[in-house]
């Protein structure tokens, strides 16, 4: 599959944007989906991650109850809605998939195919 990720872009603190990450090439339901962000001097960490079916999420604590990741298979689409951003919410992120776990997983490693990255930049 290969993945493109949009929606990124210049938001003052406090307001919102969704992110959306389209496949090509296979159908998503057989890849468990993650995001993940790269701040400038920082390493790329978790963000959340998506079941197959949509059914199991996963979120790092620092975006519980502020983001949200959903999936329309029928779209061959993951998204990531984030509300509240503040400044430190800046960052590249990049949407990945994962063919073989069982489970969603925080670790990059499991996520063989990448999209190229959509900026997020949040204004104070």
């Known amino acids: 599959v290969q993945l493109q990720a949009s929606g990124g872009g210049l938001v003052q603190a406090g307001g919102s944007l969704r992110l959306s990450c389209v496949g090509s090439g296979d159908a998503m339901t057989n890849y468990i989906m993650g995001w993940f962000r790269q701040a400038p001097g920082k390493d790329r960490e978790f963000i959340a991650t998506?079941?197959?079916?949509?059914?199991?999420?996963n979120y790092v604590d620092f975006v519980k109850g502020r983001f949200t990741i959903s999936r329309d298979n029928a779209k061959n689409t993951v998204y990531l809605q984030m509300n509240t951003l503040e400044p430190e919410d800046t960052a590249v992120y990049y949407c990945?998939?994962?063919?073989?776990?069982?489970?969603?997983?925080?670790?990059?490693?499991?996520?063989?195919?990448w999209g190229r990255g959509t900026q997020v930049t949040v204004s104070s």
């Open positions: 990945a998939a994962d063919r073989f776990s069982r489970t969603g997983s925080v670790t990059q490693e499991k996520y063989r195919t």
């Open positions: 998506i079941s197959r079916g949509g059914g199991s999420k």
